[in-house]
């Protein structure tokens, strides 16, 4: 063989390791990427969200001090332009219905059905947009449950069911939800189930109840069940993939939170509450956690 078809063939099997070395990175970066995207259903979404174009960019919720001299302290009692709300209130196993609880209930659409007033606007935007995506007619089961009737319900199922005390329908702020022969779990076979499961977010509500977070929350998934948590909580919920329980921890006390032009804040309940001057339209509901979540919007 001559050498110079020796030099030819060297260089051949020089390009081919080069090549292999390429795909073989490209290849393993790949799997990284895709391990990485799998693992952190969050990062998946901000992928998504670049990807898509989506308007909601998911905002990393770090806690801030702000500059004492921006801060003013305000009595909570006295405030009559801040709306008071009880969307935001804890309830699960180990946090029961704070005594004296009254829920703030009022009917909706003269249908008989009463809710949690905070409710009303949101379950009429999701209810009208499920019928305009899917041509469903979404109805509800069950809202508001007494003391009493949940004391009934867990005696008749003392597996699943919440103590008495317990229950989110206590406070008219979770409605539980089913089209035309898709109930419980079949809600997810429905067109309008997977749209809710989906979307409900955009609403103010949240799965409240999510699959494999049965360790957090102590209830399996329940896909009808949905909770009103208001808006952008129930955003910030579903972007992060975290439970109510999760949300409620990750809000440290008196740290101030950015979401959008949202700022939100979580300080113990029963003492001054101090904020940056110039918040607009603040909602407050207590936690059932000794704290009050204070949530208003910045303009800059
Ligand atoms: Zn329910």
């Known amino acids: 063989m001559s050498n110079k078809s020796k030099k030819n063939r060297n260089q051949k099997s020089n390009k081919t390791n080069v090549i292999k070395i390429i795909l073989g990175s490209l290849c393993s970066i790949l799997l ?21 174009g989506r308007k909601d960019q998911y905002v990393s919720l770090k806690g801030k001090n702000y500059s004492k001299t921006n801060l003013q ?36 659409k003269d249908s ?11 379950y009429a935007q999701l209810s009208a947009a499920v019928t305009e995506n899917t041509g469903d007619k979404m109805y509800v089961s069950s809202v508001y449950r007494s003391v009493e009737e949940q004391a009934e319900i867990q005696a ?30 079949n809600f997810l ?7 809710v499961n989906k979307n409900c977010y955009d609403f103010g509500f949240i799965i409240r109840y999510p699959e494999d977070k049965e360790e957090i929350t ?13 808006l952008p909580h129930s955003k910030i919920i579903q972007q992060k993939f975290i439970t109510f329980e999760e949300y409620i921890d990750l809000l440290k006390p008196n740290k101030f939170y950015r979401y959008n032009n949202y700022l939100i804040t979580r300080q113990p309940l029963n003492s001054q509450i101090v904020l940056p001057a110039g918040l607009q339209n603040i909602i407050y509901s207590p936690d059932n956690t000794g704290h009050v979540i204070v949530t208003g919007q910045v303009n800059d």
């Open 32 to 52: 990284i990427m895709t391990i990485l995207l799998v693992s952190k259903p969050e990062l998946l979404y901000r992928v998504q969200g670049v990807l898509l």
């Open 73 to 108: 302290s305000f009595d909570l009692n006295s405030q009559t332009e801040w709306r008071s709300e009880q969307s935001l209130i804890l309830l699960n196993k180990t946090h029961a219905l704070p005594e004296g609880f009254e829920p703030q209930m009022a009917e909706y």
């Open 112 to 122: 008989g059905v009463q809710m949690n007033v905070a409710m009303l606007d949101a």
């Open 156 to 185: 008749n199922d003392p597996e699943i069911a919440l103590p008495p005390g317990h229950s989110e329908h206590h406070t008219g702020l979770a409605v539980d939800v089913y089209v035309f022969e898709h109930a419980g779990m």
């Open 189 to 195: 076979e429905s067109e309008a189930g997977q749209y």
């Open 218 to 230: 102590g209830i399996t998934f329940e896909p009808w069940h949905l909770r009103y948590v208001g």
